[in-house]
């Protein structure tokens, strides 16, 4: 009997693929790591094992994955004591030497090869898992629509609709739709070693008129530079360390570092993605 094992299964990335993975394997076989076990108790199908899954302490990870045989490795959130890089390179360093045979790991688009600073971690993580000889597939998830929320509820509710990306273009789809595929390929027979998984290619002028075909108000779009990108954030609340942050989102789409062409998304899942309206519709 295989053993499947998903790290991070208390956030929402880790739910769904937890809910999508049950469906296609029996729960006995599936182990459900967390940090917070009395909180993945209550969240994951029942019959599913919870152990421990801290990415800062090896020893407990490598105990965690004794007996496991693939693993879906969610990446972890930066900012963390423990920075992203050093708890990605204990979760490898736990899997091999726990034995664990194959790890699919939640990436960023062409993350060997891409310059922006959001791709460091996840180039880094790439080259460890390679350098162990573990069987691996690279999930490089290009744009969660989500990651939009707050400039489609903002046009929605009649306010401006604002970005400094330019012509720049991404391949939205549902935070769901990246899970549910990254469950998927956990069960394949014969996975690739990496999946540029995307939604079809659109600039923020299409993410605009498609929020336009299900909002009840009229909104302005409005193309800025960054500067003044940064400088509305900034008066909206944030601060300006955040604003920058929110701010390098528009650049990195703007440079093309999320330009991709790709069905990858759609053949793993094995139907349509939800269109970019009723997407919005969804998350709204």
Request: negative net charge; hydrophobic residues 40%.
């Amino acid at each position: 009997m295989t053993k499947y094992a998903i790290t991070g299964v208390t956030g929402k990335f880790g739910q769904t693929a937890i809910k999508t993975l049950s469906q296609l394997r029996s729960n006995d076989e599936i182990v459900a790591l967390a940090r917070n076990t009395d909180k993945a108790k209550n969240l994951v199908p029942d019959g599913i094992e919870v152990r421990k899954g801290d990415y800062t302490d090896v020893a407990s990870l490598t105990e965690s994955l004794k007996g496991v045989d693939k693993l879906l490795f969610i990446s972890s959130q930066p900012g963390g004591q423990v920075t992203r890089e050093q708890q990605h390179l204990n979760v490898v360093k736990a899997a091999e030497n726990a034995g664990v045979k194959f790890i699919a790991y939640t990436s960023f688009p062409h993350a060997n090869t891409s310059t922006t600073p959001l791709a460091a971690d996840h180039k880094a993580t790439e080259a460890a898992i390679e350098k162990t000889g573990i069987k691996h597939s690279f999930l490089r998830n290009n744009w969660y629509l989500e990651n939009e929320i707050a400039s489609i509820k903002g046009a929605l509710a009649g306010d401006s609709f604002v970005y400094s990306a330019a012509d720049g273009r991404a391949g939205w789809a549902l935070e769901r739709e990246y899970a549910e595929a990254a469950a998927k390929v956990l069960v394949l027979d014969s996975p690739k070693d990496t999946y540029e998984f995307a939604g079809p290619s659109n600039t923020y002028a299409d993410l605009a008129e498609n929020v336009a075909q299900v909002s009840d108000h009229k909104f302005d779009v409005l193309s800025v530079s960054d500067a003044d990108y940064t400088a509305g954030l900034e008066s909206s609340g944030l601060d300006a360390g955040t604003a920058a942050l929110v701010t390098s989102f528009q650049t990195l789409i703007r440079d093309g570092n999320l330009d991709e062409n790709t069905d990858d998304l759609v053949t793993v899942l094995g139907h349509d993605l939800v269109t970019l309206p009723d997407a919005i519709k969804e998350i709204k």
